[in-house]
């Protein structure tokens, strides 16, 4: 027991005044500018594995969406159509194909292909090459502008043909349909089918290739007609008279 002097003042407890702290706040996210020494280590890579495992689960629809875009085929070939026919039917399983690459293109390109010598002239097989290879042209040149475009109008068979047969006139008067014979131009309007010619589409490729004629088209056409015509004929009209040889003296 302790006792104090009279006259002493009674000891205090003594004490230390220390700042109070507030804790932090949890789930609190610090800038390494403004952390505290104590703060825990943010991970340096905490992005960047976040960016992986999102990387990693895109991907692979990134993968199948490019499989499904359709696929280039190089034109200028006979079974070019076919092979955008199969494309179609490999990236859409159970859907319909358009109808206009095997009732339309297909059928076409082998019936013109099959003409000869003997069906048109020189200057005639070289426009059948030409326009051949142009509408299989018009076909990729929207595949590749418009991939994603062009998956979709495959999917609605009529939109289809209807762009396909839109593409013809350019495609015949451009490789030079009115510098050819009228012997050519009656073979050539006569090997299509009258049930494909006579409907909405191909009635108007006809009538916008009609109208792409120009004034001066008239007397190429008769030039080539007329050319074609003696090439026809001169082999079966030998000369009518024979002029006698003659040796002169000088």
């Known amino acids: ?11 205090r407890p003594q004490t ?18 403004t ?21 990693k689960a895109v991907t692979p629809g990134r993968s199948n969406a490019a499989k499904n ?4 085929i190089p034109t200028g070939t006979r079974d070019y159509y076919r092979k955008r026919y199969d494309d179609f039917v490999r990236r859409n ?16 390109c082998d019936r013109f ?24 042209e018009s076909i990729e040149t929207r595949r590749m502008e418009d991939p994603v475009g062009f998956a979709q109008l495959e999917r609605d068979p009529e939109a289809f043909k209807k ?12 490789s030079g349909l009115y510098k050819l014979p009228v012997q050519d131009l009656m073979k050539i309007g006569t090997t299509p089918d009258l049930k494909d010619l006579f409907t909405k589409d191909g009635l108007r490729q006809v009538a916008v290739a009609l109208a792409k004629m120009r004034p001066s088209d008239i007397p190429n056409m008769a030039k080539e007609s007329l050319k074609d015509l003696w090439n026809d004929l001169k082999p ?3 000369p009518l008279i024979k002029m006698p040889h003659l040796s002169l003296p000088w």
Request: no cysteine.
């Open 1 to 11: 027991m302790r006792i104090d002097r009279p006259g002493t003042p009674p000891a």
């Open 16 to 33: 230390e005044s220390k700042p109070a702290i507030a804790p932090a706040p949890k789930n609190t996210v610090r800038s390494p500018a």
């Open 35 to 55: 952390s505290s020494p104590g703060a825990p280590a943010r991970s340096a890579d905490a992005f960047e594995t976040t960016t992986r495992a999102t990387a």
């Open 69 to 72: 875009l359709p696929a280039e």
């Open 93 to 108: 399983p159970g859907m319909t194909p358009p109808s206009y690459y095997l009732d339309y293109g297909q059928k076409y």
């Open 113 to 136: 292909s099959s003409l000869g010598p003997k069906d048109l002239s020189p200057v005639g097989l070289e426009w059948r090459d030409r326009t051949l290879k142009a509408l299989q």
């Open 163 to 174: 762009f396909a047969y839109d593409s013809h006139p350019d495609a015949y008067v451009q």
């Open 236 to 238: 079966k009209f030998p």
